[in-house]
């Protein structure tokens, strides 16, 4: 029976992200304006879902989907899935995706070009070093760039098995195994911490570039 396995704000999480990340991608060269404000909107999200990870619905939690090498080799194994939601190999491919994301905002807040354009926080920096974090921002991007084809693989293999994800990350609703606990949705203030934390980092970077600009 079709079950709520991805709630809303998950699923909110995952298109936006994914549409940002094309966006900043798009928008690095010709509109650096445009990329610093999608990659603060892209630290909100994230600072969202790291909340999430410890205090969202159950299969958005970290402690659900990380298990250690010989969760995932059993499952490599061909063993069950297990708990509903990412799988003990797509939970680290997450997680992987996760960190990446936030090293990638982190450098670029530090980050200057050739044109002495930089993020927000380059005042704390000198020159020669905003620029080496700038190389290091384009070098992260492309690791970043390799485990999205990853995933994007990955989520191809498993349709090319008949089974869908992508549904289940549109609708939210997928199949449960029997026997497994149906997963447990997260109350709604718990969300709204979630949402004001992600607005104040957006907020906070956002106050901290029209400073650095104002100089
Ligand atoms: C707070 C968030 C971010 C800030 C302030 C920021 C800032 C910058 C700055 C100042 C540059 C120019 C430096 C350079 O070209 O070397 C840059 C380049 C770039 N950024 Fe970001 N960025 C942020 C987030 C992101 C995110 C989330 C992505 C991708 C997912 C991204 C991808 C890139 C790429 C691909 C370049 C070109 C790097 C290169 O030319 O080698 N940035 N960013
Ligand atoms: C820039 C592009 C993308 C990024 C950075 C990205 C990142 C992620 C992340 C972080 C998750 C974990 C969701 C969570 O637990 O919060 C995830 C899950 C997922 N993504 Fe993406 N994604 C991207 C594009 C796509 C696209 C284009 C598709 C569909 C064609 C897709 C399909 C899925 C599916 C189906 C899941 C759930 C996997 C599962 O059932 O375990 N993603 N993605």
New binding site residues.
């Given amino acids: 029976m079709p079950t709520l396995i991805w709630d809303l704000p ?1 699923r909110l ?2 298109w936006l ?2 549409a940002l ?2 966006f900043s991608w798009w928008s690095h060269e010709a509109h650096l304006d445009w990329h610093k404000l999608s990659g603060f909107a892209i630290a909100g999200l994230l600072v969202f ?1 790291l909340w ?1 990870g410890v205090a969202g619905s159950s299969t ?1 939690r970290f402690a659900g989907f990380l298990k250690g090498p010989a969760g995932v080799v059993a499952y490599l194994k061909g063993g069950a899935a297990g708990a509903p ?3 003990p190999l ?1 939970g680290w491919s ?1 997680a992987a ?2 960190l990446v ?1 936030v090293g990638q905002v982190a450098l670029g807040l530090f980050a200057i070009n050739d044109d002495f354009e930089g993020g927000p926080l380059t005042r704390y920096v000198d020159y020669d070093t905003g620029l080496a974090i700038g190389e290091w921002h384009g070098i992260l991007f492309n690791v ?1 760039l390799g485990l ?1 084809v990853l ?2 693989l990955a ?1 191809g293999f498993y349709a090319a098995r008949r089974q869908n ?2 549904g ?2 549109i609708t939210g609703r997928g199949t449960v195994g029997e026997g497994a606990t149906p997963p447990v949705m997260a109350p709604l203030w718990r969300l709204l911490v979630g949402l004001t934390l992600g607005g104040a980092t957006f907020g906070i970077l956002y106050w901290l570039e029209s400073r650095a600009s104002a100089f």
């Fill in positions: 998950t999480f995952h992200l994914a990340v094309a879902r999430w958005a939601g990412h799988n797509g997450v995706m996760l994301m970043l999205i995933h994007l989520v994800l992508i289940p990350m």
